[in-house]
């Protein structure tokens, strides 16, 4: 990653004011709540100060999903802080992690570069949107969208979210990673792990004859008891 943009990075004035101790942390963040089959969604990568404000410069950010569940249709800019620079910050071909089999990836691994843009001092003091990654979703269930630490597709090149930054050519200034859950809720899944089981089998009848006059999770059929018609209905919903 440093013999790409060697400029950037060795850029040899920093008039602001940052910590060369601090971190950056990377998130991943979905802010729908309920989605369903070919809905189109937003998963933002978010950047953001560990303790004390810190310069971003470049990051190299590989990224997975689950193919059954997603998939990726491209990446966004809009809502960036203006400090990402466009057109560079994208899925690179042939990335030397070799993540990113075609352009945007489809295999469930992916390779994002993002580039601060070039003169621009971005002190990072609050979250702040670096892209937003477009997944259309094709299956049910839930699954998480993952920021990788080591992927080893390529050995000598392992794939591991990096971010640079201070006022340091080539600082490495990464903080935490955190994922993304996402998905379609399964019927009948009351624990949220996207299968019916005997979990939840056991958390139906552990209500079993409860009469609700407000809205009960474990009356699927929605007439006001947790019976048997419940019951059926779980079963015919059982992974």
């Known amino acids: 990653m440093k013999y790409i943009y060697p400029i950037l990075l060795m850029s040899s004035v920093c ?45 190299d950010v ?12 491209g990446v966004s800019l809009e809502g960036s802080n203006v400090g990402v620079m466009p057109g560079y910050s994208t899925f690179p071909p042939n990335d030397y992690t070799w993540c990113n089999e075609v352009v945007p990836p489809q295999d469930g ?20 949107q670096m892209c937003k990654f477009i997944f259309k979703v094709v299956g049910l269930g839930q699954s998480e969208v993952v ?41 009948g899944d009351f624990n949220n792990d996207g299968i019916v089981n005997a979990g939840d089998m056991s958390a139906l009848l552990a209500d079993w004859g409860a009469i609700n006059y407000a809205s009960n999770p474990h009356d699927l059929n929605g007439d006001g008891i947790v019976n048997s018609q419940d019951l059926a209905l779980l079963f015919n919903n059982w992974s």
């Open 15 to 59: 008039h602001a004011q940052s910590d060369p101790n601090a971190k950056l942390d990377l998130s991943l963040v979905f802010p729908q709540q309920a989605v369903d089959i070919n809905d189109i969604i937003e998963v933002k990568l978010m950047v953001s100060a560990s303790s004390n404000p810190q310069r971003f410069i470049v990051a």
């Open 62 to 73: 590989p990224f997975g999903w689950d193919t059954s569940k997603l998939q990726l249709l």
């Open 109 to 128: 691994n992916g390779m994002f570069y993002c580039y601060g843009v070039l003169g621009y001092e971005w002190i990072v003091t609050k979250p702040t």
């Open 147 to 187: 920021l990788y630490d080591n992927l080893p597709l390529r050995p000598e090149y392992p794939a591991s979210c990096v971010v640079y930054g201070c006022c340091v050519g080539g600082n490495d200034v990464t903080g935490t990673l955190s994922n993304a859950m996402v998905g379609v809720p399964v019927f």
